[in-house]
């Protein structure tokens, strides 16, 4: 209490000159002399993080998406996993890396290059493999005259089923509008989209002769070459033709019926055209 009374006794005019005393002048050096509290350094590691996934993200487009080639005229070139194309000599070479590819990745290949064409590969008997089924042309050619589509394989004459062989589409640059059906290697299980004899050379009945034969004697021969067999009726005429009704398509098949012709149905598979009567060709 003593102490506090002697606090409150000393009043301005004791203090009076006192800033200017040693005490004083060394306090406020020391003050002085202190470095200032710096605020710490904030690191721009948000817009250094998010610059890195974009520089990422660029890079690894580059190398898994499609790449095209651009020139003053427009693109020259363009790949996906399904095609690779390229203008070549005047011409437009499309290279078919993927022959079991969704049509709509055809399309854009095209379409990247400047040239609307559908290309619908189906599958196919072995000898048709490579083969154009259809082909139509949407346009005019652009009104420079007709157009120019062919298919062929790299090695030369290769066969397309083989691994080392590629399916390569030939087309001139007036080709947009142009749609093409051509044959693809079809797997197990699906049936062919063309009509092949199975008699012919390198066919699964090569050699063997079906005509004027009754069903269980063909039947045993495809057997013994290890080949189902399902029927087509028809109805036949003397000057060699015929015709079906898809309406008796369920009716049984008797093994005296006669055979008219005999088709590559799928791998494994023949397809016999019977009918109950036996007409005899002209």
């Not at 580059?62 to 080639?69: K, Q």
């Amino acid at each position: 209490m003593n102490e506090l009374r002697q606090l409150a006794k000393v009043g301005d005019e004791d203090l009076a000159g006192q800033a200017y005393g040693a005490g004083a002048r060394a306090l406020l050096a020391s003050i002085i002399a202190e470095e200032p509290v710096r605020e710490p350094r904030r690191r721009p590691w948000k817009r250094l993080a998010a610059a890195g996934m974009v520089i990422a993200a660029l890079a690894a487009a580059a190398v898994l998406g499609p790449s095209i080639l651009h020139t003053s005229g427009g693109a020259t070139s363009y790949a996906n996993a399904a095609m690779d194309i390229k203008l070549e000599n005047g011409m437009w070479v499309a290279r078919i890396k993927d022959p079991f590819a969704d049509p709509a990745r055809y399309e854009e290949a095209f379409h990247a290059v400047g040239l609307e064409v559908k290309l619908l590969l189906q599958p196919a008997s072995p000898d048709m493999v490579g083969d154009i089924f259809q082909l139509g042309n949407g346009g005019d050619g652009g009104g420079r005259g007709p157009s120019s589509i062919a298919i062929d394989s790299v090695p030369k004459h290769c066969k397309v089923t083989a691994p080392d062989c590629t399916m390569v589409l030939t087309l001139s640059p007036n080709a947009s509008g142009a749609w093409i059906k051509a044959g693809r290697p079809a797997k197990a299980d699906e049936p062919y989209a063309n009509s092949s004899p199975a008699t012919e050379e390198g066919g699964s009945l090569a050699g063997y002769e079906v005509e004027d034969k009754q069903v269980s004697e063909v039947v045993a021969e495809a057997g013994r070459r290890g080949l189902k067999v399902v029927y087509q009726i028809v109805k036949p005429s003397p000057d060699g033709g015929h015709s079906m009704n898809p309406e008796r398509q369920s009716d049984p098949v008797g093994q005296d019926w006669w055979v008219w012709a005999a088709e590559e149905a799928q791998l494994g598979v023949v397809r016999l055209l019977v009918s109950k009567e036996h007409v005899v060709r002209q």
